[in-house]
């Protein structure tokens, strides 16, 4: 298992981007750990979000960690602008890599381009052992549980497996679930052994923040072994 302790992470994508340092604020007195930053190039999904010029005004707004998740085609190109806007921790997909030395490489580049911690993350077609030769070397696995591109989709439950792989492997590493988490899915992703819980329409459109984060946390806390 792990020690981490459990992190709920909103992700801005629900947020109000027309007062996202108002949405930021509130968010964190709300309870939030890190956020979560969805970037999208339009390639590697088919939506388009936000890059770096706008990460550094969040980064700004902030007082808790920047969880990126890059949904972009081309990780290695983008890995020094997302490093000085100020991710805290910097995840790429493994889809976007033909072989683990290529894998390699983007991890090296992040490491190079000094963040924090470096995440590998898979979609829900994407077999877990894709990321096997990995675990010794990144800081956290982000296995998804819908198909990236969009907040408000429904949770993928067969992807609880891959958790379950990752601890019995011994990964002792922070293992993030991201998709469709709320107050029924979310306690499942904490059972089979996810540290860090991502959830967009869920907290942001919920009535009560504080709430709802101290909901998830108590819910998350209580099922783990
Ligand atoms: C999906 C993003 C998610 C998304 C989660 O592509 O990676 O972070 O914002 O949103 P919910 O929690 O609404 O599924
Ligand atoms: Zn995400």
Redesign the pocket.
Known sequence: MTDHPIRIAP?L??CDFARVADDLSKIEQAGADWH?V?VMDGHF?PNISIGPPVVTKIKEASSIPLDV?L?ITDPIKYAAPFAKAGADVLTFHIEVCDSVAAAREVIATFRDAGVAKVGVALNPATAIERVGDLLGEVDLVLV?S?V??????SFMSEVLPKVEWLRAQGYAGHVEM????NAETLPRCAAAGTDVL?????IYGSGDWKECIGAFRASAEGVRI
């Open positions: 992700s994508l629900s979560h969805d999904v998740h949904m998804m819908v990236p591109g969009f907040g408000g989709q991201d998709g469709g988490l991502v959830a967009g329409s869920a």
